[in-house]
């Protein structure tokens, strides 16, 4: 550990510790200022864990270094020898963790996120694996703990859909969320298929941070609203009111329609709710751009007309093209209890990639 590396620990450790003795004191802080150290304080809390075990098992090593240099039992230096190896293992997987936590933050991380899913390729097989993949996201939240809220369900027959969005919300939903975007390829045989033959058919995925009205600023005078009737499935007032409703944002010429709620204010509610997470995506993919390609180089750019991944059911198996991962286990993954073994591995790859130019 170089003398720079090991003087910033020291500062995150002091600041750290500095933060505790504040929040633990009486200080009378005003609640903005408490909200603000106490999440400051928790920000830096598995750092600074890391840090303090660090810093003892470099003394625990340097107590079994004066061993060695300066023992004249045999037996006692053999079994500093051997604490040292085990010790300079630990602290490199504790630097490398280290070194992780210090990354630079998304700060969307833990924002939430609007899911949107569409058929592709495919024809009705396409509209009935973007249907399984909606369920899957679905499940999966379920699993996490994540709070999920359909916004929008265009269905089109046979339990097939054209389009399906949806809200989630709970904690890091975004961060791990956000590397699901693209194309998702499906090799199966259809129900409707007499002879037993595999199609290949597509859905896409768009996973965006979402956008409060303090991130992005949506002028009324920039808005077209269209209402019109609902069409398809949903009950018979569906043909009655005009409750749908289609938002276009004129500058960005952004559409979102919405025609799910009987309700036309609810309906335009969750259609601005679309709206402000796709201009902020937008907005935030330009800053992202402009800064680095990186991201299309550690796992995809979340380019929704980029393959990153198939699900093959007669083998079982899940592969995504990316990091090349393949598991074979396709029903724990579409039931969402083993989604989070393809997820953890892209963070990684993320994390390891971005290490390199640390």
Request: proline share 1%; no cysteine; aromatic share 6%.
């Amino acid at each position: 550990m170089n003398s720079e590396f090991r003087d910033k620990l020291n500062s995150i450790l002091e600041r750290y510790e500095v933060l505790e003795d504040q929040l633990n004191s009486a200080s009378n802080f005003d609640q903005q200022e408490y909200v603000s150290l106490s999440k400051e304080l928790s920000e830096l809390g598995d750092i600074a864990k890391e840090i303090k075990k660090l810093f003892q098992k470099g003394k625990e090593l340097q107590s079994n270094i004066e061993i060695l240099e300066n023992d004249d039992d045999e037996e006692l230096r053999a079994m500093a020898s051997q604490e040292i190896d085990n010790i300079n293992t630990v602290l490199a997987e504790s630097e490398e963790r280290i070194k992780v936590l210090l990354l630079p933050k998304d700060i969307d991380d833990e924002k939430g996120t609007i899911l949107e899913i569409r058929a592709g390729t495919g024809g009705d097989e396409a509209g009935l694996f973007a249907g399984d993949l909606f369920k899957m996201y679905e499940l999966y939240a379920a699993v996490r703990g994540w709070n999920f809220e359909v916004l929008e369900f265009s269905e089109s027959g046979i339990g097939a859909i054209k389009s399906a969005s949806a809200s989630i919300s709970g904690k890091g939903v975004f961060a791990r969320l956000k590397f699901e975007s693209g194309v998702h390829r499906v090799q199966r045989v259809p129900e409707t298929e007499v002879s037993g033959r595999i199609h290949t058919s597509a859905a896409t995925v768009a996973v965006l941070p979402e956008a409060e009205e303090v991130d992005v600023n949506i002028d009324e005078k920039d808005l077209q609203i269209d209402t019109f009737r609902a069409s398809g499935a949903g009950g018979q007032h569906v043909n009655r009111t005009d409750s749908a409703v289609r938002i276009t944002h004129i500058p960005t010429n952004t559409v979102v329609a919405v025609q799910d709620e009987r309700s036309q204010h609810k309906n335009k509610a969750r259609a601005m709710k679309i709206l402000r997470a796709k201009i902020y995506e937008n907005e935030r993919m330009k800053l992202e751009s402009s800064r680095s390609e990186s991201r299309k180089d550690m796992v995809g750019s979340g380019d929704r007309s980029e393959r990153i991944r198939t699900y093959n059911f007669p083998q079982g198996r899940v592969s995504d093209h990316r990091i090349n991962l393949t598991l074979y286990k396709i029903d724990k993954i579409m039931d969402g209890t083993a989604l989070d073994e393809i997820i953890d591995k892209l963070i990684e790859h993320d994390q390891a990639e971005k290490l390199k130019g640390v």
